[in-house]
């Protein structure tokens, strides 16, 4: 089957794209605005604290795979659904937007309390322990132990916009600006554990400036003023209790893998479970914006320049979207904030060549989409 793009068909594309928001509304966040299921024209302005979370020993889980292959992704699944379970039940007691859990790592939201931004990150400083102290105990005993979650966070404070994420389903929010950018780099912005902020959060809550944001957490006196000052209400028995309960009630079930027969394009996200999972050789694409934070960060104070924002994602990423699921019959696992990821499947094990030279054609119809796109 051919794989291939056309600039007559991607124009068309791009055209309908820019029909579907002509009108765009930028409203400001304001007390228990509902963001899921946001329509593609309409964007709000949230003024919160944005929280990533990154298990630092997913390596190790993944590391025997050469060797072990189905075992070792079966442990590292039930891994990340006990660490998910838990995590939730964090996010849920805390009053924090969960907005995505991707492969290891978890983006959180904390929008109250409104008009306190001090408090806000206080909250998100005490959730980050809670949660660092929580999966510290849900590993699993057992003939097949698993070990409890080795964590990292991330935090900065500001202005973001909320979309929705994506086409095709994923109708939950997708947070868009610096702050969101910033805190997923203090997550990845190194191996030690512990709790990293940006300067820019230090100051809103009296801390003194660091040389370095990824080398240098949060100190325990730090943390603990934090965690007096949230008043979470919740402890992390309760919370290591209630997962326990949920385990026993609802038992993660046994994994079990088939291969996908391809092309990718056909493949039903919503229709996989424990017992119906995917594992084949495959080719896996993230796709970035270059520049595009800045250009957020730019545009977002101003209700005529956020709208253009709006328009100019919307098209981006529908065709990117467009590339790898209609040209290169791929499928589209998510958009994390201006970042596309997807996966390809193409032909048999003896293929492999093949398979490497069809993700190279989609690469560059990937960068003529971003090129071409613009409103």
Not at 18 to 30: A, G, M, S, T
Not at 359 to 367: E, G, T, V
């Amino acid at each position: 089957m051919a794989r291939s793009w056309n600039e007559e068909d991607a124009k068309a594309r791009i055209d309908k794209r820019l029909d579907e928001v002509r009108d765009v509304k930028i409203r400001d966040y304001v007390r228990d605005t509902d963001l899921a299921g946001l329509s593609n024209g309409v964007a709000y302005r949230v003024d919160g604290v944005h929280m990533y979370v990154d298990i630092l020993n997913m390596d190790e889980m993944l590391g025997v795979t050469a060797k072990e292959g189905v075992v070792a992704h079966r442990r590292t699944l039930r891994f990340l659904n006990l660490h998910y379970r838990a995590a939730r039940k964090v996010l849920l007691a805390v009053g924090a937007i969960q907005v995505d859990f991707h492969n290891q790592r978890l983006h959180a939201v904390f929008a109250k309390p409104y008009g306190d931004e001090a408090a806000r990150i206080h909250r998100a400083i005490a959730t980050a322990q809670l949660l660092i102290d929580v999966l510290a105990q849900t590993g699993e005993d057992g003939a097949d132990p698993l070990p409890a979650a080795k964590v990292r966070v991330g935090i900065d404070s500001g202005k973001a916009l909320a979309v929705n994420n994506g086409r095709r389903g994923n109708r939950e929010p997708l947070f868009l600006g610096r702050p969101a950018n910033l805190a997923a780099k203090r997550s990845g912005g190194g191996a030690a554990a512990g709790i990293f902020t940006t300067n820019t959060t230090r100051a809103v809550v009296g801390l003194a400036a660091v040389e370095n944001e990824d080398v240098t957490k949060l100190a325990t006196a730090d943390v603990d003023t934090s965690k007096n000052k949230a008043k979470l209400g919740v402890t992390v028995e309760e919370i290591v209790e209630d997962w326990k309960d949920g385990i026993q009630r609802n038992p993660i079930g046994a994994f079990v893998f088939s291969g996908h027969t391809p092309p990718y394009r056909d493949l039903d996200l919503e229709a996989l479970a424990e017992g119906n999972s995917r594992r084949q050789d495959a080719i896996s694409i993230y796709a970035d914006i270059d520049g595009f934070t800045n250009y957020v960060d730019n545009h977002i104070d101003d209700d005529s320049a956020a709208k253009d924002v709006v328009k100019t994602l919307h098209v981006l990423r529908g065709e990117l979207d467009a590339v790898l699921h209609e040209d290169f019959a791929g499928r589209k696992i998510r958009f994390i904030g201006d970042c596309v990821h997807g996966v390809m499947v193409e032909g048999t094990a003896r293929l492999r060549t093949q398979r490497c030279q069809r993700r190279m054609r989609c690469c560059a119809p990937l960068r003529c989409a971003a090129a071409s796109s613009l409103p």
